[in-house]
T-cell receptor
């Protein structure tokens, strides 16, 4: 198994540009999520999904869109990039155990810089 | 909603010395607790987790953590650190009925020779 994969690893954007960060997992996990990591703030949840066709907002959803058309993929779209979105982005997936999630498996991250 | 506090931003420890990282959580019912480690430039890896049962949990790489309900704490310990333990450590809490995890701000561990 490849686990959780993310592309690209690095990206530089100009303010106002749009792009999609890709995330895929091959573990048949129902739950997938996107976090951003900023110095001194730990990981903050952007969006999450409990299954194909179901998404919901996390702690910091503004400026980001997601969709979940398949179990494997969970792309994150930046509609109009802003310097405040400069961060490291992590995708994670896990099984669901009834009404809570089990261990989350993280991808290697995408380092995004917005100029 | 649940939340996590890691009081120590940065800890420096000598190789071979013991290590303890503090984690305090806020949640009304029994939480699900996790410790993750992030090596430089890498994603997060699970060290250990607590769902129920024995309050002393053993994890990978020689780490253990103890759940203390009365203190709302889940501190991580290692008896003797190795240079490879230099990393950032995150405590996280989840809850029944909520799929989301809340992470602490992290503690950076530096190991000196």
């Amino acid at each position: 198994n490849a686990g959780v994969t993310q592309t690209p690893k690095f990206q530089v954007l100009k303010t106002g540009q749009s792009m999609t960060l890709q995330c895929a997992q091959d573990m048949n996990h129902e739950y997938m999520s996107w976090y951003r990591q900023d110095p001194g703030m730990g990981l903050r949840l952007i969006h999450y999904s409990v299954g194909a066709g179901i998404t919901d907002q996390g702690e910091v959803p503004n400026g980001y869109n997601v969709s979940r058309s398949t179990t494997e993929d969970f792309p994150l779209r930046l509609l109009s990039a802003a310097p405040s979105q400069t961060s490291v982005y992590f995708c994670a997936s896990s099984r669901q155990q009834g009404t809570y999630t089990d261990t989350q498996y993280f991808g290697p991250g995408t380092r995004l810089t917005v100029l | 909603a649940q939340s996590v506090t890691q009081p120590d931003i940065h800890i420096t420890v000598s190789e071979g010395a013991s290590l303890e990282l503090r984690c305090n959580y806020s949640y009304g019912a029994t939480p699900y607790l996790f410790w993750y480690v992030q090596s430089p430039g890498q994603g997060l890896q699970l060290l250990l987790k607590y769902f129920s049962g024995d309050t002393l949990v053993q994890g990978i790489k020689g780490f253990e953590a103890e759940f203390k309900r009365s203190q709302s704490s889940f501190n991580l310990r290692k008896p003797s650190v190795h240079w490879s333990d230099a990393a950032e450590y995150f405590c996280a809490v989840g809850a029944r009925g909520d799929y989301k995890l809340s992470f602490g701000a992290g503690t950076t561990v530096t190991v000196r020779a």
